[in-house]
């Protein structure tokens, strides 16, 4: 059926854009009533004819094209739940505030579906209390996650959770007794979560972005590698991809990496890699991590190294100059065969994309102590094996880490991943160092090699950076014979040199 009487709908989506429209036919496959409204004729329209064909298949829920927000609240049962997907920022509160005046009451759960960054959330969750109950889910999946089950990370309200829980549970991706994705319409554990009050599910959905950015620009490191100094062309590339898709590296975006370096361009019949133009563009997730991972002081500094790769890209005219003025030796191959350099940059990219995890995980951790939130890391790994841009195979290892040990203080320390570690460090060392001889950066790989060096590292050299604080601002330093609470200044000039204790 596809047309509904007053007050038959379960959920409302407002904005029928490719998310919100995705979600909302989702829905309806699951049985699910739904109410559609967009600002945008265009976009009611074109949900509503894909609606009604869905409408029209067995055990789907009907579909009732609002044309204004009273009309919105009419069709719902109550509580009402309504679902937000439109852009991230002012507007998310402007939309709400015309449901307030179009009569939503108190009762009723409005669920922000977008990017937003994690303090508006918490903001908004203030701001509404008493006059709606705020929730938040954040979606990762793209357009085809949506549709089909993407990863959803929920938080807020914990009342509205309970009853939004069935409906989420049923929309999103799930995997199999082994961690394994499962079919739309198949029986499994449901990659969707509750993960803690409001500001929580946003906060983790961010970190994700982070790991996306910098997990993106890892494979892209080595795709330019392969190109440029092993002269290998995008197809042959494409098949190391899928090659190593089979294995430990499995995930999405190896998945469509090697699908895309495979792929020729429509227009030319060229490589599709080779006509698309070399500059990044971002909307700010990745941005929101590293700002944060700098702001907390727990080191994410790949995933900063990552948005520093997307600007860098987008500095082209520069960087065309750059490449005829900026002459330094390099060596144009490295010494190894084809085949050895490859498996190389196979435990490489292993070895970063764990490094990476490692950061994303410490830095999640650092801010649920800050916030009080108690995020449980195995099921953050959990809801991400599945329906996020994320996948991949070892979100399973990093699943049952965290399982073994709640409190593990860092995820390279989990016993799997140290021997992992052990036996491909080799790899990673030597793409780091091809990286500077042949001249071809490698940002994201060099700064987890970094990471992983500088935690092994039971002295680093911030014994003399702290002298060097105190030499020219009086800074002061604690000293490895006394009590780290004890603060202590040299007087620097030579002729009176001696020790206070501040
Ligand atoms: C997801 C994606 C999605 C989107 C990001 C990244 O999890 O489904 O992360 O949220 O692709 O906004 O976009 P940018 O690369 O443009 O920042």
């Known amino acids: 059926m596809s047309s509904l009487n007053l007050s038959q709908s379960n959920i409302a989506m407002i904005g029928l854009g490719v998310m919100g429209k995705s ?13 559609g409204f967009d600002i945008s004729e265009a976009h009611r329209e074109r949900a509503d004819s894909e609606a009604k064909e869905l409408a029209q298949q067995a055990n789907k829920g009907g579909f009732v094209k609002a044309a204004d927000l009273k009309q919105v609240l009419d069709s719902l049962v109550k509580p009402r739940v309504i679902a937000l997907s439109v852009p991230a920022g002012n507007i998310v509160e402007a939309v709400i505030d015309d ?10 759960i409005v669920i922000d579906t977008g990017n937003s960054l994690w303090t508006d959330t918490e903001a908004r969750d203030q701001k509404y209390h008493g006059k709606l109950r705020f929730f938040s889910t954040a979606v990762s999946g793209g357009e085809v996650g949506a549709r089909t ?6 938080s807020g309200d914990k009342d509205a959770w309970n009853y939004v829980q069935p409906m989420w549970e049923a929309i999103s991706a799930k995997v199999d007794e082994n961690g394994l994705p499962v079919g739309q319409f198949d029986k499994g554990e449901p990659c969707a979560a509750y993960l803690g009050p409001a500001g929580a599910g946003h906060y983790v959905k961010m970190v994700h972005n982070g790991i996306e950015y910098a997990d993106m620009q890892l494979i892209c490191e080595v795709y330019h590698f392969m190109y440029d100094v092993l002269d290998m062309s995008a197809q042959e590339i494409g098949g190391v991809f899928a090659k190593w898709n089979r294995g430990v590296l499995n995930s999405y975006l190896m998945e469509i990496s090697a699908d895309i370096l495979q792929t020729p361009d429509p227009v030319t019949q060229k490589p599709f890699v080779e006509i698309v133009l070399d500059k990044a563009g971002q909307k700010g997730t990745g941005l929101w991590t590293a700002v944060n991972s700098l702001q907390e002081g727990a080191p994410a500094p790949t995933i900063a190294q990552a948005v520093f790769a997307r600007a860098q890209s987008g500095q082209k005219s520069i960087r065309v100059n750059g490449s005829k003025l900026l002459k330094t030796h390099v060596q144009p191959q490295c010494g190894l065969s084809k085949e050895e350099t490859i498996a190389e940059l196979h435990d490489a990219l292993y070895c970063a994309k764990l490094s990476v995890y490692a950061q994303g995980f410490d830095l999640m951790n650092a801010t649920s102590i800050k916030e009080g939130w108690d995020l449980d890391f195995a099921h953050i790994a959990k809801i991400w094996r599945a329906g ?20 593990l203080e860092n995820l390279l320390f989990a016993d799997r991943f140290v021997e992992e570690v052990h036996n491909r460090s080799f790899g990673w060392r030597a793409a780091v160092a091809n990286s500077a001889l042949t001249g071809i950066p ?15 590292c039971e002295t680093l050299p911030a014994n003399l950076l702290q002298a060097q604080r105190d030499y020219f601002g009086a800074h002061t330093y ?25």
Request: hydrophobic content about 45%; charged content about 20%; aromatic content about 8%.
């Open 23 to 35: 979600l909302a036919l989702n829905l309806l496959d699951q049985g699910f009533n739904v109410t």
């Open 99 to 108: 449901l307030l005046a179009a009569g939503l009451e108190s009762d009723d």
């Open 149 to 154: 089950g993407p990863a959803l990370m929920a």
């Open 388 to 407: 996020c841009i994320i996948r991949a195979i070892f979100l399973q290892d990093i699943t049952n880490a965290y399982q073994s040990d709640a409190n």
């Open 442 to 456: 490698m940002p994201a790989i060099s700064s987890s090699l970094s990471y992983f060096d500088a935690l092994r």
């Open 478 to 502: 604690s000293r490895l014979d006394e009590p780290e609470s004890s603060k202590f200044h040299i007087t620097w000039s030579e002729a009176e040199r001696k020790q206070l204790i501040l």
